[in-house]
């Protein structure tokens, strides 16, 4: 009877990591086949590193703005299958966030009447659309229709291809064109859904009582507010230092060099999403710890996977996907990497804290991390330059993971193979090959060589479990 359950726990997960992936790879594999198209049609790094800001100044303005709403839209209709308990909580959660984006275009309008900034208003219409694309996405997910989470990620991710090519490639209108894109495709995709799912029509009433879920939910999601905010300081603050110390330029080179540590930065989103539904639903299971950390080990090893496959075949290409412009940008794509692997890793450690409900728990961690990256910035960055602000992300994100590998042991144990040291040594190791090597044959061999290391010293239960979907495979063509 365990093996059962625990064949059918393994199947729902590969389920639900294939749905997750399906939605959330199109919108950043469209992001990554972008690049291209916008180094080459806005030739001006500083043009390009201007948008990024923007970009950065939208997410670190997200978490005020939704007040953290959708993490609390989907944990709590998780956990309701009554009609009038989901519309109590659709019904609060949109309630807010239309206050808050009123409030926020009225702060918009006040500064404008004093300050003149570049793109003000297209940076607030993003940020709305980003903030109701977002309420929307996690609420058909709480509700338990994948369908509809899939479909307003691939709605999202064509538009922005189609209006880039209209706007940026076709009309030649720069950055304006890349605000364009985004923005129209989540309009589209946002009117699309609603109209399919009918969220609004069917869930939301003026006249309901909302007293008690109200308050359930702001004490979920306003201690996430700071750990957001230090989360976006964390990860966004970057550009900021990079523009004061060193230019646009400097900000746009390093915007193009990040921007392709974004698959990696996709897998831990799909693995975060995936994982959140699966470690709520098993935290009170029997057997949680063998299983929380069974997730853990295999997740290093994708993560080493793709780090040394996806950078190395990168390294090859990338003299004819990046604009002459931009090609300085390769020498720090493999550390931005590497540190992106650090920062997925941490995703891993958020979730004990939504499981128990006790998210105000993750707050001195993330202020830690914040006035470790923070310092360091000031002190790196005019030193190092760009190397200044990668190492500093690095050291960030070690402080945060071995911060909440200690204090995430109150909700449960991790036991970390030894085998699981051997892709994290080799992902260490490869920065060597990676620098030092001019051969794009040798980069191939080595993509190869590392593979070869990474299978014998994979968990026998997970080559197992690979070797059996072969087989049965097999049979099932003959």
């Known amino acids: 009877m365990e093996e059962v359950n625990q064949q059918s726990r393994k199947k729902k997960f590969i389920k639900d990591f294939g749905i997750y992936a399906i939605g959330n790879l199109g919108s950043k594999l469209i992001t990554f086949l972008m690049i291209p198209l916008y180094t080459y049609f806005v030739e001006n790094p500083g043009d390009y590193g201007y948008f990024d800001l923007c970009f950065q100044v939208c997410l670190l303005m997200f978490p005020i703005v939704t007040l953290q709403l959708r993490d609390g839209a989907f944990r709590f209709l998780l956990d309701t299958q009554d009609s009038t308990d989901r519309s109590r909580i659709i019904t609060f959660v949109y309630r807010t966030l239309g206050t808050t984006i009123i409030a926020t275009i009225a702060i918009a309008l006040g500064v404008s009447l004093f300050v003149e900034i570049d793109y003000l208003w297209s940076t607030i219409a993003l940020l709305v659309v980003m903030a109701i694309y977002e309420l929307l996405a996690q609420v058909t997910r709480g509700l338990g229709n994948n369908k509809a989470f899939i479909a307003i990620g691939l709605i999202a991710s064509f538009g922005i291809c189609l209006f880039s090519l209209i706007f940026v490639a076709w009309f030649n209108m720069g950055i304006m064109g890349i605000f364009l894109a985004n923005i129209l495709s989540r309009v589209i995709s946002i009117i699309v859904v609603e109209c399919k799912m009918k969220t609004f029509s069917q869930f939301f009433n003026f006249k309901i009582d909302m007293k008690d879920v109200s308050r359930q939910i702001l004490k979920f999601c306003l201690p996430l507010i700071p750990v957001a905010l230090c989360w976006l300081l964390t990860t966004t603050s970057d550009r900021f230092f990079i523009k004061h110390f ?71 290409c990338y003299g004819w996907i990046v604009g002459a412009n931009y090609q300085e940008s390769l020498e720090y794509v493999y550390l931005i990497n590497l540190s992106t692997i650090l920062f997925a890793i941490t995703v891993y450690f958020e979730l004990p804290y939504q499981c128990a409900k006790d998210t105000k728990r993750a707050i001195p961690s993330i202020i830690l991390t914040t006035a470790v990256n923070i310092i360091l910035n000031f002190i790196l960055t005019p030193i190092l330059h760009i190397y200044g602000v990668i190492l500093t992300s690095i050291i960030s994100y070690l402080t945060l993971i071995i911060y909440r590998w200690v204090d995430t042991r109150r909700y449960f144990t991790l036991k970390l193979q030894p085998r699981a040291l051997i892709p994290l040594c080799l992902i260490m190791v490869s920065a060597l090959p990676f620098y030092l090597n001019d051969s794009h044959l040798m980069d191939a061999i080595y993509i190869i060589l590392s593979f070869v290391v990474l299978a014998i010293f994979t968990p026998s239960e997970l080559k197992a479990s690979i070797m059996n979907k072969l087989l049965m495979k097999k049979k099932s063509t003959i």
Not at 287 to 314: E, G, H, Q
């Open 246 to 316: 060193l230019g646009l330029e400097m900000t746009g080179i390093y915007a193009v060099a990040i921007r392709f540590g974004g698959l990696i930065h996709t897998l831990s989103n799909i693995f975060f999403q995936t994982w959140q539904e699966n470690a709520i639903q098993q935290y009170h299971s029997p057997d949680r710890d063998d299983f929380f950390s069974k997730v853990f080990n295999y997740y290093l090893y994708i993560l080493c996977f793709t780090l040394i496959a996806f950078t190395f075949s990168l390294k090859i």
